[in-house]
């Protein structure tokens, strides 16, 4: 079918090589080169030149990407916008819920789309959208997985918090070697970010009392003065509690990277709109 092939035409010469519109577009290299070479035969001309650099536009054929990529962009607007008018089901963890999606509420309220799957972790949301059980999602630390559209949409900030009868919480910041002399309040073992502390203990010494819990009760440990424990940035900028002081930890050293992922590029550009700040 032309329109298909000019579809993954428009694909190519937007990224300039094949690799990466293959990619995007989900299938294999040979396949998209496949395409092109049928795609040139009908329309009798070459479209691309190989080169060092990769894969250059004839002038025919930057003639013809030019003039067809506006039209396909209106295509896709037109599409997505009869497509979402059918429910969105988004995949969440706890934090993300309570402390992410609603700032973005008012520009998500048309979209219909709905919280269906909650995980602790993130990345138990992977095999569900492989399954398609849902559409869209927010993964931690995972740039890309084979098959599902993504795109980095925020990096958060780990921040420590400080039982306010600390004399530390006087501070306008904190080290990690300040931290680290105090009991530690840390994540179960084996999540990422005990793994992350753990690679930054052994460049101290080594705390005497370390308590693992999840998220949700370390503010209460950290308010009895029991230890400094790590939350993240969206969480902290959120909340305040009695007895607990939030400060930046100096030079960022706890961090994570969060992508979108969703099930088609067009849908994941679509959220990727609507979660912009």
Avoid: W
């Avoid at 973005?104 to 309220?109: A, I, T």
């Avoid at 890309?144 to 980095?152: D, F, R, V």
């Amino acid at each position: 079918m032309l329109f298909h092939k000019l579809k993954y035409f428009i694909e190519v010469a937007h990224y300039k090589s094949y690799t990466r519109a293959a990619n995007q577009l989900f299938i294999s290299q040979p396949a998209l080169s496949k395409q092109m070479k049928l795609l040139e035969e009908e329309l009798g001309f070459t479209l691309f030149n190989r080169s060092s650099k990769g894969v250059e536009l004839t002038s025919k054929g930057n003639a013809l990407y030019h003039e067809l990529d506006p039209l396909f962009k209106n295509i896709d607007k037109t599409v997505e916008r009869h497509k979402n008018n059918g429910i969105i089901r988004f995949g969440s963890t706890p934090l993300l819920s309570s402390y992410f999606l609603h700032e973005h509420y008012e520009k998500l309220q048309y979209t219909n789309i709905y919280v269906t799957a909650i995980e602790d972790d993130s990345q138990d949301l992977l095999p569900l959208l492989k399954r398609h059980e849902i559409d869209a999602a927010i993964i931690q630390d995972i740039p890309h997985t084979e098959g599902l559209y993504s795109k980095h949409l925020f990096q958060d900030v780990f921040v420590a918090a400080v039982p306010s009868s600390y004399s530390l919480a006087a501070q306008e910041e904190i080290t990690m070697e300040e931290c680290l002399s105090k009991p530690q309040i840390i994540t179960p073992k084996g999540s990422r970010l005990y793994n992350q502390l753990h690679s930054i203990m052994e460049d101290y010494p080594y705390p005497e009392e370390i308590f693992e819990t999840h998220y949700h009760a370390m503010a209460g440990f950290v308010s009895l003065g029991m230890g400094i424990a790590y939350l993240p940035g969206i969480m902290a900028n959120h909340i305040q509690y009695k007895g607990i002081t939030f400060l930046p930890i100096k030079g960022q050293p706890l961090k994570r990277d969060m992508y979108l992922y969703s099930i088609s590029k067009h849908l994941g550009e679509m959220l990727s709109e609507k979660f912009s700040l």
